[in-house]
């Protein structure tokens, strides 16, 4: 395999900031926008931040037939002008319907740019180097997440449309990619097929659950916190145990490939067992000490989950993991993020009283258990020899 300059790397990774951005990015943006668009519903509302995900899933089951006609660099730069634009032109848009016009577009634009941030690294790094990469991918995943998640809060304080000017970050990756990323195909023998979707179930089905989990988080946390008694919380208090479970997950991500290393055997067990004790944590805890440490485990448990899912995935899938199983994870991560709110709600009103607040979380209890058995049952150590695994 040959030498792939650091240049390379860069821009490959510079991607990976951008993709957590597609909805969650304007989550403390929707309450400006509600108060501006006050005759629409709250659907409409939220599908801001939710609808990009649809659009997302269905380019993605669309992506290896796009390379067979289009090389990577011409894949990845047409995909960060339409996340470009698509983003920031909801600026200069006053119409509902027509930002999420715009929504669904960038939603095309993350199908493209995200199975090229975690396919590449298969394509071009043999598999020894995966784990660290794929750990410091989802550390810039993170990262972008908290930068982008602090500005649009901030710039909707200036008015309702300024949050959508975020968008313009994605000029930071598109430079990079013109300069450094190579302009090769990928395609080789891979394709999306009922039997790839059979051969990597454990790490499509594995991607589901985790965002089927976590969002449990970020849907609930604000909220609930606000209605606890004992959690005498204010909306910047909130706003800094959120953004500090992100920065946990980055750290953890930048560590990635020394704890593949140090426990490759065990390493799969703690994403479902850290976020089981933070929900426990969350649900049964009855002070504010209980809510940081819990969402210092699923910080973790997230920071493990995702590097750990993708090297394993792509190790799997090998040259061909960008046109095969990526963008199986791709569509899995999404969707998971889409229906969470929809399944956890719904078994908590069936389920527990209107009266117990917490119920979500321990709805989220119950998958964290289903997740542990899913690995128990699917997962079986075939990856490299931890001595083989770069630090």
Known sequence: MKQISSKVTFAILSISLLTVMAGAAMAPALGTIKQHFSNSSDILIQLIVSFPSLTIIVTNFFFSYLCRFFKTRTLAITGLWIYILSGSLAFF?????????????????????????????????PPEKQAKLMGVAAAMNQMGGVIATLLAGLLS?????YAFLVYLFGLLSLIPVVLYLPNERITASGNITMKSLLRFHPSVTGMLLVMTIFFVFPTNFA??????????LTAN????????????????????????????????????LLFLVGYVFYAYGNNTYTLV?????????????????????????????ATT????????LYLGQFISPIIVSSISKACFPASDVVAPYKVAIVFCVLFFIQVFLTRNYQSLPPKKLEK
Do not use: E
């Open 325 to 332: 199983v990526m963008p199986l994870i791709s569509a899995s």
């Open 157 to 161: 304080n200036i008015a309702w449309n």
């Open 223 to 232: 909220i609930i916190s606000s209605q606890l008694s004992y959690a005498y």
């Open 93 to 125: 848009v006053d119409d509902i319907n027509l930002i999420l016009v715009l929504r669904a577009l960038l939603g095309v634009s993350v199908g493209l740019i995200m199975p090229l941030s975690t396919g590449l690294l298969s394509f071009y790094y």
């Open 237 to 272: 208090h909130i706003t800094f145990i959120m953004v500090g479970l992100d920065l946990v997950a980055f750290f953890v991500g930048l560590c990635f490939g020394s704890i593949m290393n140090t426990m490759p055997k065990y390493v799969k067990y703690l994403a479902p």
């Open 293 to 321: 440490l819990g969402s210092l485990a699923i910080g973790f448990a997230n920071g493990v989950a995702i590097p750990y899912l993708n090297t394993i995935a792509s190790i799997k899938g090998g040259k061909d993991a």
